[in-house]
Each structure stands twice: as structure tokens, then as C-alpha cells.
């Protein structure tokens, strides 16, 4: 309804009976459950943040609604704008006698995204129901172009007051967590690229370091492998193949030290810095986890019984067990340093913001937090190694006719079935792309995460439609 119109009932409301004006919050999310955990949701403001907004001067009052997660909540001083209103003098009927003061409406800025709107759509809907979370970025800025967590959220129930019925469903599928940034699990064999770096960077392995693998490696206990590879397995086996032998012995001979010295330059077991709430105030912190000794003796600094690290621990860690816990964001980061060679960017969601003039105001320039100490020749063993992984290894469902992609799957064990993992990155030669997919209890990364990356990779490079994004699923096993 048009305002002047809103404005003259209104003005005639003693002579309209039964008749009434009332405000409501106006929000419409286009994309509802594909966007939900990026832009979050807004919500009636609490007394907490009425009363820290008040120290503040910062003019909320109540019922004033305000971002609640996601983007909405990151830059509601630049989204919420200015209220406007009218000072009138009316007579005893209520009608207007005469305007006394008016102050208009400001809106607030307009805000570009990284958000690339069809990759976001094909993450969403490859994921269909499974519980998980993808992350997509352009390695060569650190711009996010597409983040999708399953279970999601319609972001426009919480425009007005939500139903109870859809606060329980979402509470029990635990729907607003953003798996992909503030959820932490073992990356299992997705590890094993940053471990080859590690290995090639202390000279404890190199191209031609072949072992024996007979399923299994004894070391105190028995460390078993997905499957027995045999003699001959060389570096490129270990990673297109994901021998597990090869790389408890690699762990062995570097030790847990230098392994996190390496791991922590690609940003394991640190908070990414991406402009969310919550996870940027741990910049510099740890999220996620990256064992080394002295890590255990502050983690169990309460029970001294426990702060010695055994080497028995360090061959779980070599495989992206044990400790080793990440997000799937970092994941990705670290990828896409793999990717450009040791450049490992800060992840940013905000591009543009515009002001009512569509003129551009501000706009994010890609922050280059820091060079991962290895070689060009080192990195570049390891991607053409993770391109076999894709052509003749156990991440075939992604090898595209005419786009070199590199990847790697993973199966990360827990508690009941393996979480499935995928990481790649395209074409190898000058990646535009990097992506990381977790499917939580997807048992192998071959055919559980891998389809959804390929779908994205389809999208990406205008080998299909949106439309045509479908559940993809092949017949294979290993990780």
C-alpha cells in the first residue's frame, strides 16, 4: 500500500471504525535456506543488548529489530539506517491540526557480497539433506564465493515472531550452527597435502620416497590403512591413491613439532578472520586444533599426568586424526594456499558497500596475512600429486573433460559412522577456485562430499545450469 495512502487512513481514523495502522518490520531473503547461515536473521532486540546500546548512545529502543547472526549482525550499523518520524498537533476528534517537526527516513547502505548467488544455490541443493557444510573460495583474494551449512533455516520466519513449532524444529536439528565456520572436526586424509609440504620442507621426503604397504604399520600399537597398497608406493601414490602407511612413517620421521611448525603457516588449528560474528574475535587464537608439545602441556596443564606427548600420538596426527580438529572454512583457506603456492589470504564475505546514490563507498581489498615457508618447487610436487588424485585416484568423480582439477578425499573417523571429506581446487594451472565439503557421517569422501564439489565445479565453470544440479553418486570405497 502506498504511504500517502497509509498516512490519510491514519489522519481519518475517528471516522473509520474497526479500521487500524500498524508497523511491521519488512525483510524478504530471496534464497531463504541457501543463504540463511551467511546473512543470519534479525530478531527483537534483548534487554542485554538494549542495555549495552544504551551505554553506547546508539538509539535503539524497544521492539527495535536487529541483526541476529551472519551478515546481519556484522554490519548492522551499516544496514540499520535512521528512523524517521513526524511531530503533529491534533485536536480533540484525533485529527491533525498542524505539523510540528518531521525528520525523514535514512536508509542504510547497501551491501555487495563475494557471494557468487548460483554457486551458493548448486552448494545448497547438491547437499540436498545431508547434514554437512561447503566452503568456496577464490584463492587468489580470499573472496568467498559460496557457503552453505545443511541443516539451514528459512531466515524469513524470524522476520515476524517465529512459530514455536519452527523454533523446536530448529533447535533439534541444531539448524543454526554454520558448520562451515564455527564447527571443528578431524580433516582425516584431506591432512595429507599439508603434510607432504611439511615432509618436502625438512627434506624427510621427496618424490621419489617409496615404502610397503601391507594394510596396516606397527608402532606400539597397529595403525591400520584403508586398504593394502603393496610395494612401490611412491609420493605421487601416497596422495592420489591415500595411503595411510606412508604417511604414519613421513609423521614419524618429522615429529609432531615440525609437523604443527608447517601447519600453522597454512592457518590449522587458527581462526580464519572472516568478517562473521564470533569467529573474528578469536583472530589469532586458536579454533580448531594443531598438536605440538607444547600445546598438551597447556591443554592438560590441570593434570600433569597428561602433558607428555608419546610418539605413539604422532602417527594419527599424520593422517589428520587424534587432535587435529579444523573448520571447514579453514579447510578451505588452506587448500587454496596449496593452490597458489603458500598465499594464504584472510576470507572476506563484504565487497562493496554502496550508499543511496549506488555510488561505492568502501570496498574490501584481499589481505594477504602470510607466505607459507615452502618452496614453488615443493607446492608444485604436490598439486600435480593431488591432480592424480583426481585422474587416476580415489577422487575420479571429479575429473572434468577439459578443467585440471586437483583434489583430495578424506574419511575422518568419530563416534559411528566416518564424516566424508573433499578439498580441490581448478584448473591447477591457475586456480580460480578452491573448495572444501564435509559430509558429517558421509563415511567416504569418494562419494559423499566429492559429487557435491563437482556440482559446484560444474556451475562454476558453465558446464551445467543451476538447474540441472542434481545429487550425484558413483559406486566407490576408500576414502
Given at each position: 500500500m502506498p504511504l500517502a495512502t497509509v498516512a490519510r487512513i491514519g489522519e481519518m481514523r475517528m471516522e473509520l471504525p474497526g479500521v487500524s495502522v500498524e508497523l511491521d518490520n519488512l525483510r524478504y531473503y530471496p534464497d531463504s535456506d541457501a543463504v540463511a547461515h551467511v546473512m543470519g536473521y534479525l530478531g527483537e532486540i534483548s534487554q542485554e543488548r538494549l542495555d549495552e546500546s544504551s551505554k553506547k548512545n546508539q538509539g535503539y529502543r524497544p521492539g527495535d529489530y536487529v541483526g541476529k547472526s551472519g551478515i546481519e549482525r556484522e554490519y548492522e550499523d551499516l544496514l540499520r539506517g535512521t528512523d524517521g518520524g513526524k511531530k503533529i498537533e491534533v485536536n480533540a476528534m484525533g485529527r491533525v491540526v498542524r505539523i510540528l517537526g518531521e525528520q525523514r527516513s535514512i536508509p542504510g547502505k547497501t551491501l555487495k557480497l563475494t557471494i557468487d548467488r548460483d554457486l551458493q544455490v548448486a552448494a545448497e541443493r547438491s547437499l540436498g539433506k545431508q547434514t554437512g557444510a561447503v566452503a568456496a573460495i577464490d584463492p587468489r583474494t580470499g573472496k568467498v564465493l559460496a557457503m552453505v551449512s545443511k541443516p539451514a533455516f528459512d531466515p524469513n520466519i524470524f522476520v515476524k515472531r517465529i512459530k514455536r513449532t519452527d523454533w523446536e524444529r530448529i533447535t533439534r536439528e541444531k539448524a543454526l550452527q554454520n558448520r562451515s565456520v564455527y564447527n571443528v572436526y578431524p580433516p582425516?586424509?584431506?591432512?595429507?597435502?599439508?603434510?607432504?609440504?611439511?615432509?618436502?620442507?625438512?627434506?624427510?621426503?621427496?618424490?621419489?620416497?617409496?615404502?610397503?604397504?601391507?594394510?596396516?604399520?606397527?608402532?606400539?600399537?597397529?595403525?591400520?590403512?584403508?586398504?593394502?597398497?603393496?610395494?612401490g608406493v611412491t609420493f605421487d601414490r601416497a596422495i592420489a591413491e591415500s595411503c595411510d602407511v606412508w604417511?604414519?612413517?613421513?609423521?614419524?620421521?618429522?615429529?609432531?613439532?615440525?609437523?604443527?611448525?608447517?601447519?600453522?603457516?597454512?592457518?590449522?588449528?587458527?581462526?580464519?578472520?572472516?568478517?562473521?560474528?564470533?569467529?573474528?574475535?578469536?583472530?589469532?587464537?586458536?579454533?580448531?586444533?594443531?598438536?605440538?608439545t607444547e600445546w598438551k602441556k597447556k591443554r592438560f596443564k590441570s593434570h600433569p599426568e597428561q602433558q607428555k606427548w608419546y610418539p605413539g600420538e604422532t602417527p594419527s596426527c599424520g593422517i589428520g586424526q587424534g587432535y587435529v580438529e579444523v573448520s571447514p572454512l579453514q579447510l578451505a583457506v588452506a587448500i587454496a594456499a596449496v593452490a597458489n603456492k603458500g598465499k594464504v589470504y584472510r576470507p572476506y564475505l563484504l565487497d562493496e558497500v554502496i550508499d543511496r546514490g549506488d555510488k561505492v563507498i568502501n570496498r574490501t581489498k584481499p589481505e594477504l596475512k602470510r607466505q607459507v615457508n615452502a618452496s614453488a618447487e615443493d607446492f608444485e610436487l604436490v598439486r600435480q600429486a593431488m591432480r592424480k588424485t583426481i585422474t587416476v585416484g580415489t577422487g575420479r568423480v571429479c575429473n572434468m573433460p577439459d578443467i585440471a582439477v586437483a583434489g583430495k578425499t578424506g574419511s575422518a573417523e568419530n563416534r559411528g559412522p566416518a564424516h566424508a571429506w573433499f578439498v580441490c581446487f581448478a584448473p591447477v594451472e591457475n586456480p580460480q577456485i578452491a573448495i572444501a565439503c564435509i559430509v558429517e557421517h558421509g563415511r567416504h569422501g569418494a562419494t559423499a562430499a566429492a559429487p557435491v564439489c563437482r556440482a559446484i565445479l560444474d556451475v562454476y565453470f558453465g558446464k551445467k545450469k543451476i538447474s540441472e544440479v542434481a545429487q550425484q553418486r558413483v559406486v566407490a570405497s576408500g576414502d
Open positions: 582425516g586424509s584431506t591432512f595429507k597435502p599439508i603434510m607432504a609440504i611439511a615432509g618436502l620442507v625438512y627434506q624427510e621426503c621427496n618424490h621419489e620416497t617409496t615404502v610397503s604397504c601391507p594394510g596396516s604399520f606397527r608402532f606400539g600399537r597397529t595403525f591400520r590403512c584403508w586398504k593394502v597398497h603393496g610395494g604417511f604414519y612413517k613421513l609423521a614419524l620421521r618429522l615429529g609432531i613439532d615440525r609437523m604443527a611448525k608447517v601447519a600453522t603457516q597454512f592457518g590449522i588449528g587458527q581462526a580464519t578472520g572472516i568478517d562473521l560474528p564470533y569467529e573474528s574475535r578469536y583472530e589469532d587464537k586458536h579454533v580448531g586444533t594443531m598438536p605440538s
